[in-house]
């Protein structure tokens, strides 16, 4: 075993501060012989309120977005963008160890959507258009759907992950915790089963750092569904869905608790049928 050197209670601090970041994703989606891609670049900006003896309040601000998407879906372009400028300015209530616990903002965002909605209605007709409506209707009007909506990776996620607490860089010692990865077939979400490794603490250079692997909780509704949906659509009876690839790299500041970068590649397969590669990135741009 190695010797333990120290242990950090990892935890974002009381102060004011802000950062700037360029977040990076791409999705490459093979599905019934065909390939789609996309790929978006976002600049952030995340400013830390703090007041004594009172949570974070943290804002994230979105600066720019562009959104790059394949040929045959190349038509979701303007709707994405539109959608994405209702979440373009949150504001969140975060505690110490990193949790978001409060949308501030949820009536602001709520009332761009009544105006975007009007919009889109000039534009879009239809029952599917109709049904579209009232489903993001009725998830915006939850703000708990919302938070966990945030903490998905394609959002806000990446900032936290759920990663705070205290870490020894001990090569022998992990830790497990449960992820839930939203909509990721057909709106149906997969459990993940994640071990965290400390792989570096260091206090010279402000930085403590973590690797992540997870393996597919087989919680038999859920994969259930997954697997039926793909039968639906002509896959063999013998294939199963899989998670092949979940692994990610995190680095934060020791000082301050704030994200330095991270990254987070997700594949999963259901036999030769469907093959999907997210890739996640964000790093501080300071």
């Known amino acids: 075993m190695k010797i333990i050197l120290k242990e950090i209670n990892l935890r974002l601090r009381q102060e004011n501060r802000i950062q700037k970041y360029k977040q990076n994703i791409s999705s490459d989606v093979f599905f019934d012989g065909k390939s789609t891609c ?25 600066d720019a977005y562009q ?5 045959l879906i190349k038509k979701q372009e303007s709707m994405t963008l539109k959608m994405a400028s209702l979440v373009d300015h949150v504001w969140l209530k975060v505690d110490d160890n990193g949790a978001i616990t409060t949308l501030c903002n949820h009536s602001s965002i709520k009332e761009k959507w009544s105006i975007l909605k009007k919009e889109l209605e000039q534009e879009y007709s239809g029952d599917a258009f109709e049904v579209y409506g009232l489903g993001i209707t009725k998830k915006l009007n939850n703000s708990s759907k919302l938070i966990e909506d945030f903490m998905q990776p394609r959002l806000f996620g990446l900032f936290w992950h759920n990663l705070f607490g205290v870490y020894t860089n001990d090569d022998e010692v992990q830790k497990e915790k449960v992820i839930v990865l939203n909509n990721c077939v057909n709106h149906i979400p997969i459990v993940i089963n994640e071990a965290v490794h400390c792989k570096d603490i260091n206090t010279s250079k402000d930085t403590v750092a973590f690797q992540i ?5 087989t919680n038999d ?12 659509l002509g896959g063999a009876a013998k294939n199963n869905f899989e998670l092949k690839t979940y692994e990610g790299d995190f680095e934060f500041s020791i000082a301050t608790g704030l994200l330095k970068h991270a990254t987070l590649s997700i594949e999963t397969a259901f ?12 790093r501080s741009m300071s």
């Open 38 to 62: 996309l790929s978006s670049e976002k600049l952030l900006t995340l400013e830390t309120v703090s007041q004594d003896d009172q949570p974070f309040y943290i804002k994230i601000m979105t």
């Open 271 to 282: 036999g030769n049928v469907y093959s999907k590669k997210d890739h996640f990135a964000i």
């Open 67 to 71: 959104v790059n998407l394949d040929s």
């Open 213 to 217: 692997r997870g393996r597919l909780n």
């Open 221 to 232: 509704t859920l994969i259930h569904k997954i697997n039926n949906h793909f039968m639906r």
